[in-house]
């Protein structure tokens, strides 16, 4: 059973629309992270929060937002999407060691028409 | 430039023998490891870990290697299954950041 929860799994939309991939965990980590992946790429971390009202952009620029307002919840918008963002989203979360290693949602596979 | 890599796309396996999936680090910072399997249209599940202290640990049949020196770490799957089809990234950490920064990574495809 899934702990970490993504909506939704594929979207198609055209091009301009705002769009809000969700993400939700139940195990009250406190850090979350949004990954890119392209097919055959690595995975490209794009934003990531440490708590609540907490968030950073990631090494890999990306023209998304997020916001952190509860520690369960951590959406990703896209104020005006492109084809240029049809990609995989990945979101994770962990807990506090970091070596303990992220637990992913299944993904939002989005592409932009 | 990839801090990460893994240089192998892919790999074809016989079932019952052992999987060999390799990566190569650049950063000497790196202190955690870790390796996650990935199905078609799933988010990657955490299979195993090690941090720098170690050289070697194992969690049933996968065992991870760490060579520091060479920075380069690999799993062994053995005996691999056709279960284990699927693509497999490593990922690597710095002590102070809880970033992971990830690898390409390999499919690999066990035959049956």
């Known amino acids: 059973e899934a702990d970490i929860y993504q909506t939704p799994r594929y979207l198609v939309i055209g091009t301009g629309k705002k769009i809000t991939l969700e993400c939700s965990q139940t195990?009250?980590?406190?850090?979350m992270y949004w990954y890119q992946q392209d097919p055959g790429m690595e995975l490209h971390l794009i934003h990531y929060?440490?708590?609540?009202?907490?968030?950073e952009k990631g090494d890999l620029s990306s023209e998304s937002t997020v916001s952190r307002i509860r520690t369960e919840h951590f959406p990703l918008t896209l104020e005006s999407a492109r084809p240029s963002h049809t990609s995989q989203y990945l979101c994770?979360?962990?807990?506090?060691?970091?070596?303990?290693?992220?637990?992913f949602g299944s993904g939002t596979r989005l592409t932009v028409v | 430039d990839q801090q990460v890599k893994q240089n192998s796309p892919s790999l074809s396996v016989q079932e019952g023998r052992i999987s060999i999936l390799n990566c190569d680090y650049t950063n000497s910072m790196f202190d955690y490891f870790l390796w996650y399997k990935k199905y078609p249209a799933e988010g990657p599940t955490f299979l195993i870990s090690?941090?720098?202290?170690?050289d070697k640990n194992e969690d049933g049949r996968f065992t991870v290697f760490l060579n520091k020196s060479a920075k380069h770490l690999s799993l062994h799957i053995v005996p691999s299954q056709p279960g284990d089809s699927a693509v497999y990234f490593c990922a690597a950490s710095g002590q102070e950041t809880y970033k992971y920064i990830f690898g390409t990574g390999t499919r690999l495809k066990v035959l049956a």
């Open positions: 195990m009250g980590h406190d850090k």
């Open positions: 929060s440490y708590g609540v009202n907490s968030t």
């Open positions: 090690i941090s720098s202290i170690k």
């Open positions: 994770a979360s962990s807990e506090y060691e970091g070596w303990s290693g992220y637990t």
